[in-house]
């Protein structure tokens, strides 16, 4: 009999020690073309360019059980083969990560690709008026732009390349899971980190200063109790 314990220890670890790519990035001002365009407008526009978009706003949010075709698949289309999300919530100068985690198992290169609303717009190949016209946009809506505004927006595009070898054929053609992460940075460092370098420091800061000396203190009473019963016995 196969011993079962083993197996499932394997599949744990499957699950747990997942592979991550991350790119770092700063958002920034757009081109004064674009920069008085409300977001509002944006997002009709973007929606008419990109209409299967997520969102993920910041400062900290995560999508999981997200599916994607490889590049090298035969039987995907191509809109199969990436996944849009907009990044929504950023300020202007403050650093922030976009990271892709997925299983260890998946032989898999993930492709994050940054888009600002002009660089989605000259992906696309349009103008901002071609993109308004086709988005049935009429009014602009535009807006005094203010630097260091919180709603900046940015997008990025998920794609998958199989990197595996393996003699069983088709492998490229399954859908890899994968869970898509935005994070800002505080201090230079991830805001799920900063949060648990605090309670990390508060929970040895409490053993330190209150649990350690309980400890110590109960261990004196004992020696000392001990120390009686010996002079007793004496």
């Not at 950023?90 to 898999?108: D, K, M």
């Not at 809506?141 to 990025?156: I, K, P």
Request: with cysteine; charged share 20%.
């Amino acid at each position: 009999m196969v011993p079962k314990i083993p197996i499932l220890l394997a599949m744990l670890c499957a699950l747990v020690f997942a592979n991550t790519e991350i790119r770092h990035f700063t958002p920034t001002d757009e081109s004064s073309e674009t920069a008085s365009i409300s977001q509002l407008s944006r997002d009709k526009i973007v929606a008419a360019l990109v209409p299967s978009l997520k969102s993920l706003t910041g400062p900290y949010e995560t999508i999981e059980f997200e599916k994607l075709a490889y590049l090298q698949s035969t039987n995907a289309t191509a809109t199969d083969r990436e996944n849009w999300y907009a990044l929504r919530n950023l300020e202007n100068g403050r650093r922030y990560e976009i990271r892709v985690s997925y299983a260890a198992t998946t032989p898999s290169d993930f492709q994050l690709t940054l888009f600002t609303f002009g660089d989605l717009l000259n992906t696309y190949g349009k103008s901002i008026k071609e993109a308004a016209v086709s988005a049935g946009v009429q009014n602009m809506e535009t807006s005094e732009h203010q630097e260091g505004l919180a709603n900046v927006a940015m997008y990025v595009k998920v794609a998958a390349l199989y990197a595996g070898v393996s003699t069983m054929p088709g492998l490229e053609n399954q859908l890899v899971p994968y869970v898509l992460t935005l994070e800002k940075h505080v201090y230079g460092l991830p805001v799920q980190a900063l949060r648990l370098i605090v309670v990390l420091v508060v929970v040895v800061l409490g053993a330190l200063f209150v649990i350690t000396p309980r400890v110590l203190a109960a261990v004196d009473d004992i020696v000392a109790e001990e120390e009686r019963e010996s002079r007793k016995m004496d």
